[in-house]
Every structure is written in C-alpha cells, then in structure tokens.
C-alpha cells in the first residue's frame, strides 16, 4: 500500500494552518503540550506561529520489565509544571491521530488538573475507525490534514533525508501528495 511522504516544508505548511485555524477559532492557549516523540517537532513548529511556552509529555506502550502493554502508561510528565495547568488554555498537540488511544489518555491526565480548556492539534488524521474517542471536554480539536488510513513517512524518521525528499515530490507528482 502506497505510503504518505511528508517533507518538512509539508509539516511547516500544515503548522502554519493549524495555528491561523487556532488564532480564527477564538483559541488563545496559555500552554502548548507536546506528546512526545511525534508532537515534538509540530508542537515547536506552532511555537514559531502561536508563542506559547512548550512542555512535553512521554507516553509509551511497554510496561516496567520492556513487555509490550495494550494500555500506554507515562514515561515522562509535566510534573512540577502539572500543577500550573490549572485554569490554563491548553492546546494538546501531535503529529498523528491513528488509533486515538493516546490522545484520548493524554486529554484524560490533563483533565485531572483542571485546566480551563483543551483544544487538540494534529497534523494528519487518519480517516478510519478510532479505537478511543476526544472526550466531551474538548471543544476544539484541529487536523491540520484528514488523510486515508495508509502509514506516513515524517521527515524526522528518515535515515536519507534526500531520498525520503524525493519519494515525496515523486508521490505528489502521481498525485498521491494530498498534504499540499
Ligand atoms: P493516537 O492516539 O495519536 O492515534 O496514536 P496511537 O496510540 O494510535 O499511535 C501509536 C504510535 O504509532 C504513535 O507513536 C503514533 O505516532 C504512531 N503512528 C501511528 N500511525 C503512524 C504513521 O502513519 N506514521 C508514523 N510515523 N507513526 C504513526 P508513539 O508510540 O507515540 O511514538 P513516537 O514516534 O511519537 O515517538
Ligand atoms: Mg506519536
């Protein structure tokens, strides 16, 4: 099945939408919270355009002994900064929502700490039937792109930056793109 290839001119440009989208929407965010890896490069990316803070959060699928886990259980949080998030706007940010296992984990944790609000960023949604769902919560949620269910190449994974460059511009001249 044919793969998304991502340059990061594409992930600048949909950043870019993402942050006019949050700025029309009314959404002033306090905080910006990046979940980490995917949401790392997004999340300093919308920095550049929106000028909030960053904090990170970690997530992973293994438990304590390295055996994989249905559920995903924090590796790392905000901690100390956890306990500012109350009455804060916060927008949630990552690089895809595939299952919606993670987003819907992250939202819960950080509805613990009573922010004001939540909006959540993606890049890319994948259109396709989600195992979790956006809490009620959450009034604003914001794909930057809605894309079909196929795996994406981020440019951050490439081991050959040209090489993944170019297999973007040959997908987007079959017009298989869809990220412009
Ligand atoms: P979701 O709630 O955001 O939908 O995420 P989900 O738990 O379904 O995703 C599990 C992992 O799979 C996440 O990585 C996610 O980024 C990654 N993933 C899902 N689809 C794609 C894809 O098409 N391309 C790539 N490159 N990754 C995908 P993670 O465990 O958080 O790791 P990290 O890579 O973000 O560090
Ligand atoms: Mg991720």
Redesign the pocket.
Known sequence: MEKYYFTYEDIHRTARDIAERVVSSGFEPDVIVA?????FIPARILRTFLGKPILAVG???YDADDKPSEL?RKVQWVEEAEKKLAGKRILLV???????????YCVRELLRHRPAEIAVA?LHD?RKE?R?AIPPEVKRYIAGRTIED?????PW?ALDIDGHVAAAAASSDAGGGEGR
Do not use: F, H, M, Q
């Not at 990552?94 to 819907?104: A, I, K, M, P, Y």
């Not at 196929?150 to 981020?154: A, I, S, T």
């Open positions: 979940i980490g890896s995917g949401g997530i992973a699928y995903p990552d690089e895809v929502d595939d299952s919606r296992t993670t987003l819907e993606v994948k989600k979790g196929r795996w994406v190449c981020y994974d």
